[in-house]
């Protein structure tokens, strides 16, 4: 399902609410990565669950995003495969989907139209412009 890049209403978010989610996001991966009473917490709520996958529906900045992506992955460190099937199933991945197909569409834009090289590595990508 195609969706429109940027923000609508519903994503728009006040500076403090931003500033306590710039807080809250590393302190929330820091305590799901480090206990797996944490994760199993969050694992038995579903309003936590779709609280926490939920972030990406809304246009945040991309460190916010990428607190969160570690959230969730970490989440699913131990997870059973009924477990990852529960979020499955929920259909909790598309945000994150829909997320990293964004951030896809966008570099691949940016890259498109670009004049120069880019180096591919295993390690990642770097632009070379044809003045260097």
Partial sequence: MVHDFGPTQSDLINQRTLDELDKILPVLNGLV??????RAAIIQDNKLLQTLFGIFT???PIELHENAL?????LTLELSKQEKEVIVNEGLLYNIYAFCSDIFSLEFAVMKNEKGKFLVADYGI???HDQE
């Fill in 70 to 74: 570690y959230a969730c992955l970490n």
């Fill in 58 to 60: 809304y246009q945040l």
């Fill in 33 to 38: 990565y480090m206990k797996k009473e944490n």
């Fill in 126 to 128: 770097k632009l070379v």
